[in-house]
T-cell receptor, first 114, second 114 residues
Framework: KQEVTQIPAALSVPEGENLVLNCSFT??????LQWFRQDPGKGLTSLLL?????REQTSGRLNASLDKSSGRSTLYIAASQPGDSATYLC?????????????FGKGTHLIIQP | GAGVSQSPSNKVTEKGKDVELRCDPI?????LYWYRQSLGQGLEFLIY????????KSGLPSDRFSAERTGGSVSTLTIQRTQQEDSAVYLC????????????FGPGTRLTVL
């Protein structure tokens, strides 16, 4: 059974710092990996999707990498801003494709101090 | 364009009553997913629909849970004889296809069973 772990569980940094969120998964037979953010009381917003054949994806100040063989992904946030404060979730979809749905980590709760 | 919508946004019910939760996916999206987010469990995949095909129900937590999708669009998740442990946020997502496509999430329905 696929398991996804996110480290750290919580992180608080001053505004302007660059930071890295980590995600690991136990079964490397994945189709893709997605990073989401969740604001309190809200649904999930997709940030980046990396296909299993890709190594990284970038969107603005966000860069996500994928090392499928080692079961790891990182989300790099450059020049952090208070608006980046949220819970960041990593999720993978497994070898069964859509029938498996996404398997989520428990998230990293990020606070950016003004 | 319109995103995934869910109704109701909040539902409070008494233990033992039945509830129906509704999801309207993004127009043209053939794949639809239901997830549950509870405090102790994180985000948990429940069921997946591809078009009108019969879903794999093995992820549903008990036989009190059922889901259907009519006309390949709107979906309803029904919980019969609700229990307090059913209290959670129920999230719906849709995507263009299956494994390779981004899943877009609705705002969720917060269910509270008294």
């Amino acid at each position: 059974k696929q398991e996804v772990t996110q480290i750290p569980a919580a992180l608080s940094v001053p505004e302007g710092e660059n930071l890295v969120l980590n995600c690991s998964f136990t079964d490397s037979a994945i189709y893709n990996l997605q990073w989401f953010r969740q604001d309190p009381g809200k649904g999930l917003t997709s940030l980046l999707l990396i296909q299993s054949s890709q190594r990284e994806q970038t969107s603005g100040r966000l860069n996500a990498s994928l090392d499928k063989s080692s079961g790891r992904s990182t989300l790099y946030i450059a020049a952090s801003q208070p608006g980046d404060s949220a819970t960041y979730l990593c999720a993978v979809i497994g070898g069964g494709g859509g029938a498996d749905g996404l398997t989520f980590g428990k998230g990293t709760h990020l606070i950016i101090q003004p | 364009g319109a995103g995934v919508s869910q109704s109701p946004s909040n539902k409070v019910t008494e233990k033992g009553k039945d509830v129906e939760l509704r999801c309207d996916p993004i127009s043209g999206h053939t794949a639809l997913y239901w997830y549950r987010q509870s405090l102790g469990q994180g985000l948990e995949f429940l069921i997946y629909f591809q078009g009108n095909s019969a879903p794999d129900k093995s992820g549903l937590p008990s036989d009190r849970f059922s889901a259907e999708r009519t006309g390949g669009s709107v979906s309803t998740l029904t919980i019969q004889r609700t229990q307090q442990e059913d209290s959670a946020v129920y999230l719906c997502a849709s995507s263009l296809g299956t494994s390779v496509n981004t899943q877009y999430f609705g705002p969720g329905t917060r269910l509270t069973v008294l």
